[in-house]
């Protein structure tokens, strides 16, 4: 069993001199799955004393932040996940004091956030609460004060939750190592004791976090602080082996699955036929003997049984598929009971692959194609929701079923943000997907984006319409890629119209910052000229395409010289 994340913490909020204490702070270490998905998440919150409700808008933050984070996708990478939990509470908070009629009090605080997610910290910082790390016996601020300073006397905060409806939050990722020591603390602490003798609390190390953060609280305000007094440490015990998954773990455990054959019965699931075979994977059509419905396997192929890239990427395929939730993506069903070997199961499609129908209708019409395309782009925008990039878009990994409806399959390339995060000493391959319709990024060694999925998308339906790919029958590769150049579709099927082929010019760009950059501006161009692409192609060829333009000009200035040599030579 490989060895999880292990932090120790403890934390000290106290009044102080004061009446009321504004301060608030809190640690969640959660248990099983999301200790690996999430991490752990320390926060500490001062509300400002000038606003009315302080103490309510730190409480809030603290206690929101640490509910709601982890109640994020877990596909969400962490500074996704943090940012927009935060810019929720934010707007919470500054729409508390927006409306005199109901009685409704400022909500002001400062908030510091330190999340430890595999062997990186986060931090997502705005205030003048501030972050600190112990490593190697010196002591460093992680954080920068918001705040302006007038003169010695006269200061204010500059940026707080609260205050304006957009934030502007601080953000930082750094890496994590065994031993280190993390210290958050409010300015009734960090106005009073210097980073000497907040270093001489924390090293040398002690396992009574509580009774450390209270010696720091009591010190400062032996030394004169007037303000509340709060702290938080948190101590990195041991991080994660670089080859630690539960999931990969659990189900990598398990045997391959031999040959099935009809009749057989898997746990739950009765083999009816063989669907498909490769080199890689088995398909199989079987029905559930639970619910007498028929669904598919999928089974790895033990050629690959000894290759562990092979098998973390098999596994994440079902992780991805079954936290999408959509009418366009393949349903990736819980198997009812533990399994006895590796394989998932996923809903059954009456229907036939994309590349199937397009055989079927060389002549496709254009409702047609933008149907499909409505659909493809439905079922792409539910993945992107989830921080997800399908990478290996085409048509033999896109089914319609007898009504119609379009559904996505195949997550075996699927690049998920938040599985990025967690350390592996498995390499992860770019380029996973099928040359012609993979974006050029990926040739080009770059890592894809919900644009590359969007030149995919592009590919297939500029294909639709011609039976042709937009750059030639050959494979594009990183050498070619500078001479490659676009083919309109109206030379292939003189009922595209112009502007639509504009459109698909723009989606299919070698560039990537030249595409949309939303699949809702695609989908909508596809019925609806637009002009600025109009006007793009009545720009001179000086500015369309610079290289073209001037090899032309040296092409006549060749022939211009060579007709006047011809002259003087004949003269």
Request: proline share 4%.
């Amino acid at each position: 069993m490989g060895t999880p994340l292990t932090i120790q913490a403890g934390w000290y909020s106290d009044a102080g001199i004061k009446d009321s204490n504004d301060d608030a702070c809190g640690f969640v270490s959660p248990k099983s799955s999301a200790l690996e998905s999430k991490g752990v998440a320390a926060v500490i919150a001062d509300g400002m004393s000038g606003s009315e409700a302080g103490k309510e808008a730190s409480n809030a933050c603290v206690q929101g932040f640490l509910s709601d984070y982890f109640s994020t996708p877990d596909s969400w990478g962490t500074k996704s996940s943090g940012t927009k939990v935060l810019g929720a509470l934010n707007q919470w908070l500054y729409t508390q004091g927006q409306d005199p009629h109901s009685g409704a009090q400022t909500m002001v605080t400062t908030l510091s956030t330190l999340v430890i997610k595999s062997t990186t910290a986060h931090i997502f910082h705005i205030g003048d609460t501030r972050i600190y790390r112990l490593r190697n016996g010196q002591l460093e601020c992680l954080t920068k004060d918001h705040r302006v300073h007038i003169s010695d006397e006269k200061n204010y905060l500059s940026r707080a939750m609260g205050i304006e409806l957009q934030i502007d939050i601080d953000y930082r990722a750094l890496p994590v190592e065994e031993g280190d020591i993390y210290l958050l603390t409010t300015d009734g602490i960090h106005d009073f004791l210097d980073d000497a003798e907040l270093a001489e609390f924390l090293y040398p190390k002690t396992d009574s976090h509580e009774t450390t953060t209270r010696a720091i609280a009591e010190k400062a305000l032996e030394l004169g602080s007037h303000d509340n007094v709060s702290c938080l440490i948190l101590r990195v015990d041991t991080l994660p082996d670089a080859n630690h998954s539960e999931f990969y773990q659990r189900l990598s455990e398990l045997p391959f699955p031999p040959p099935l054959e009809p009749g057989m019965i898997l746990d739950s699931y009765r083999i009816i036929r063989e669907m498909h075979a490769s080199k890689r994977t088995q398909i199989y059509l079987a029905e559930d003997q639970r619910t007498d419905q028929k669904v598919v396997l999928k089974t790895p192929s033990v050629n690959y049984e000894d290759d562990a890239e092979y098998i973390d990427r098999f596994l994440h395929e079902e992780w991805a598929g079954r936290r999408i939730n959509n009418q366009h993506i393949l349903h990736v069903l819980k198997p009812h009971a533990q399994r006895q070997c590796i394989y998932y199961v996923t809903e059954y499609i009456d229907g036939q692959t994309l590349r199937e129908w397009m055989n079927d209708h060389p002549q496709a019409s254009l409702k047609e194609v933008r149907s499909i395309a409505e659909q493809i782009a439905a079922g792409l925008r539910a993945m992107h929701r989830q921080e997800m990039i399908h990478q290996d878009l085409k048509p033999e990994n896109i089914m319609l079923d007898q009504h119609g409806t379009v559904k996505i399959i195949d997550f075996g390339s699927t690049k998920i943000a938040g599985i990025e995060e967690i350390t592996t000493p498995l390499a992860r391959d770019n380029m996973l997907g099928t040359r012609n319709y993979t974006a050029p990024e990926y040739l080009q060694g770059y890592s894809g984006s919900s644009r590359s999925d969007l030149y995919s998308l592009g590919v297939i339906v500029y294909e639709m319409l011609t039976g042709q790919l937009p750059y030639g029958p050959n494979e594009l590769t990183a050498r070619r890629l500078r001479k490659a150049r676009y083919i309109s579709a109206t030379s292939f099927n003189p009922e595209v119209p112009v502007w639509l082929d504009q459109a698909l010019e723009k989606a299919a760009s070698i560039a990537r910052n030249d595409r949309y950059e939303l699949l809702s501006e695609l989908i909508h161009d596809l019925s609806h000229p637009n002009i600025s692409l109009s006007q793009r192609r009545r720009e001179p060829l000086l500015e369309r395409n610079p290289l073209l333009f001037w090899k032309a000009l040296s092409g006549v200035l060749l022939l211009l010289n060579l007709f006047l040599v011809f002259q003087l030579l004949n003269s």
